[in-house]
């Protein structure tokens, strides 16, 4: 305990006479330790970065309500238990008969007996060989697991974590999780608008992330995209620090991170762990962090420790305290010996490790489940003039559920979807697709006479145009949710907005850019290839393409947000689309007897006979009959069908031969759009369902 209190009053006092002045700092008394200029040099560099840090993290004080809300987070007893399929081939089992080898369910134990807890002002850090259980820890601590294999208890100032609670716990993945497409600026900027309280002017939400940025050493690539693996944007470390600071920025009261120092280099990860420490110390945060091989440095500022081995407890206590526990237990540490290597040298021993874990068993055996060391380490249970039991035991809530009102969500959303989505569906590659289409078209369709010869080209171009759309829409589609599945389900948890905003952001921010390339396209073909020369019919063309492509979009977004997953979801569509185009009414006239009913369930069916009714049923749509020999051999012309040859036949008259008038035009537009609307309702209950799936 007094250990925790001298650190404190070391950095707090260090903050202090940094902040003040930095010439008083660099006494002679101090700069005689350093000889030459290049000490003096570093020197003054490092007070002044430490000056700048503890004045930027002072900035971010203003208005932050984790110093008002300290939490303490105390878990124990905490097991984990997961359940895999075991397979045993028909081959196996013939082949040990004797033995009783069964296919079935078992049961993997990951974590055992955990316990712990952290104070509001200290770091907490866990340690442990890979794969022994410290993110499913740090998982189970923000409540990201489920219910499922889970028993013991977690609390958050003496309560058991709610929805509400879970505000105050910011969780830094181990991978970064952001919008490709986006700049550093733009993603912490649409956290900030997002997650900062509401009683902030925009204003004061910006200047918050100008400062986390200076904080983090990120204004230079502020306006750097993020990129991915397809498109570079900034480095592997950038990006961690994007990642720290877009959870920083929202002013939590607990901060978990895993693994916030790999991908940095020593200096940095150094000046990462001092922020974090001086954050935890200034506001009052609680930090846990999963780490790998810390510096000693790093190491240092560390105030409680961890310690994990194959699941199982190994130490938990003062951080200072580790080398003298190891050294009572037979392990000497030198002391020129960074004591972060030692410890994961001896845990990657298996007879040390098995040794150390069955010593911690053995020092808790009268306290099973942890509460009695957790207790001997927990701040809330002894009286401090800072962090009273009172404010220790209040209960982590707020108000609001969320901080942005359902509009602002809903517009904050928009304005990140469009951005993001412009540069995919809006792609040069999709752009020159359309051109080249549109050329395509124009060569294959130009100019298609009024005369029955050509009727079949023209219903071919008609066909053509809502087919093509519809299909490039529903395939641009169905990767919308399971794309964006990751980044819902982390900004969800931290709950940052409703789900219905975001589905409803996703309408309006997508809707110009996925009608944008169809207009683009039906506006050339319409006139060069010589459709009906009336400009009230070809607004009501453009308005059914738009539509079908709308409702072949919602049907992309239902199985995408059924199945999430790409692949799987894509051969979906392709076999709806392709049943759908079948079924429209263009390759099949007269399906087998009993299944003429299957027309009616392709969407492509209403927006074909719509776009044929526009074209075809009008006074101004007259064709000249065909001329002896102009039509293929054996195909009769419909002009004869009388007892007088005609010269001109109407529209009308061709699509009632054809039969595409079955059902008036406006009950065709009527279903169509019914179907674009019940099919983005079902797409929303369809990801309701799923999100929630996700979360059990
Ligand atoms: N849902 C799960 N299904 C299957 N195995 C799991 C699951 N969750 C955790 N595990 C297993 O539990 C063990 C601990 O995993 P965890 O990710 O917590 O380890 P870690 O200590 O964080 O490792 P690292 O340092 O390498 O990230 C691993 O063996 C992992 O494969």
């Not at 503890?54 to 309500?65: F, H, M, P």
Request: net charge positive; hydrophobic share 40%.
């Amino acid at each position: 305990m007094e250990q925790i209190e001298n650190d404190q009053i070391v950095t707090a006092t260090e903050i202090d006479s940094t902040s003040s002045s930095i010439s008083t700092a660099i006494n002679e008394k101090t700069l005689t330790k350093f000889e030459g200029s290049d000490g003096i040099n570093d020197l003054s560099i490092q007070l002044e970065r430490t000056a700048k840090r503890a004045e930027l993290i002072q900035s971010t004080e203003k208005g932050s309500t984790s110093a008002k809300n300290p939490v303490y987070v105390e878990w124990h007893g905490i097991n984990y238990s997961i359940s895999e399929e075991h397979k045993v081939s028909w081959w196996n089992k013939i082949r040990n008969s004797d033995s009783k080898l069964e296919s079935g369910k078992q049961v993997r134990k990951i974590i055992e007996n955990i316990h712990g807890c952290a104070n509001p002002g200290e770091v907490l850090a866990i340690m442990g060989p890979s794969g022994c259980g410290k993110t499913t820890l740090l998982n189970l601590l923000g409540d990201r697991v489920g219910k499922k294999g889970v028993q013991g208890t977690i609390t958050l100032n003496g309560h058991k974590i709610t929805k509400k609670s879970k505000r105050f716990v910011a969780y830094c993945t181990q991978d970064d999780i952001f919008y490709p497409h986006l700049t550093v600026k733009e993603t912490l900027g649409y956290t900030a608008r997002l997650r900062l309280p509401r009683e902030l002017s925009r204003h004061d939400k910006l200047k918050q992330v100008e400062n986390t940025m200076a904080l983090l050493n990120l204004t230079k690539c502020a306006d750097t995209i993020i990129g991915d693996q397809a498109i570079r944007g900034i480095s592997g470390g950038e990006r961690k620090r994007t990642n720290i600071a877009s959870e920083l920025l929202t002013d939590p009261s607990v901060i978990l991170l895993d693994e916030p120092t790999s991908g940095l280099d020593s200096s940095l990860a150094l000046e990462l762990t001092k922020i974090l420490k001086e954050f935890a110390v200034k506001q009052k945060k609680t930090i846990i962090m999963v780490i790998h091989q810390p510096s000693s440095q790093v190491f240092e500022s560390f105030d409680k420790l961890m310690l994990m081995a194959d699941g199982n407890m190994v130490y938990f206590g003062e951080r200072a305290g580790v080398v003298d526990y190891l050294d009572d237990l037979g392990y000497k540490c030198h002391s020129n010996f960074n004591p972060a290597d030692y410890i994961l040298e001896l845990l990657n021993d298996n007879t040390i490790k098995q040794k150390l874990i069955n010593a911690y068993a053995h020092n808790i055996r009268d306290d099973p489940t942890g509460k009695q060391v957790v207790e001997k380490h927990s701040r809330r249970t002894r009286t401090d003039n800072q962090l009273s039991d009172t404010i220790l035991n209040a209960p982590v809530t707020s108000e609001r559920r969320w901080e942005a009102t359902f509009l602002q969500q809903v517009s904050i959303l928009t304005e990140r979807t469009f951005k993001q989505s412009r540069k995919i569906i809006l792609s040069r590659v999709n752009i020159f697709q359309t051109v080249a289409v549109t050329v395509v078209c124009i060569i294959v369709w130009l100019k298609i006479p009024f005369a029955e010869p050509n009727v079949f080209d023209r219903v071919g171009n008609i066909f053509f145009c809502s087919v093509f759309w519809s299909f490039t829409a529903m395939i641009g589609s169905v990767a919308s949710f399971p794309t964006d599945l990751v980044m819902l389900s982390k900004e969800r948890q931290s709950r940052s907005y409703r789900l219905l905003s975001y589905y409803l952001s996703k309408q309006f921010a997508e809707l110009p850019l996925v009608i944008f390339n169809p207009i683009l396209y039906t506006i050339p073909v319409y006139w060069a290839t010589n459709l009906l020369p009336d400009f009230g019919r070809f607004v009501a063309y453009l308005i059914v393409i738009i539509l079908s492509t709308l409702t072949a979009q919602s049907f992309g977004y239902l199985a995408g947000a059924t199945v999430l997953n790409v692949h799987k979801s894509i051969s979906i569509s392709m076999v709806f689309i392709l049943a759908s185009m079948l079924l429209g009414g263009y390759y099949i006239k007269y399906l087998p007897f009993g299944l003429y009913w299957l027309r009616y369930i392709s969407f492509v069916k209403y927006s074909y006979s719509l776009l044929v009714q526009i074209q075809f049923d009008s006074p101004k749509a007259q064709f000249r009959c065909a001329r002896p020999g102009e039509l293929p051999a054996g195909q009769s012309s419909i002009c004869e069908t009388g007892d007088v040859p005609l010269t001109s036949i109407s529209g009308s008259s061709i699509i009632e031969n054809e039969g595409l008038n079955d059902l008036p035009w406006y009950i065709n537009l009527i279903i169509l759009l019914g179907i674009c609307i019940v099919g983005r309702v079902l797409a929303y209950y369809s990801l309701r369902r799923n999100s929630r799936r996700s979360k059990e």
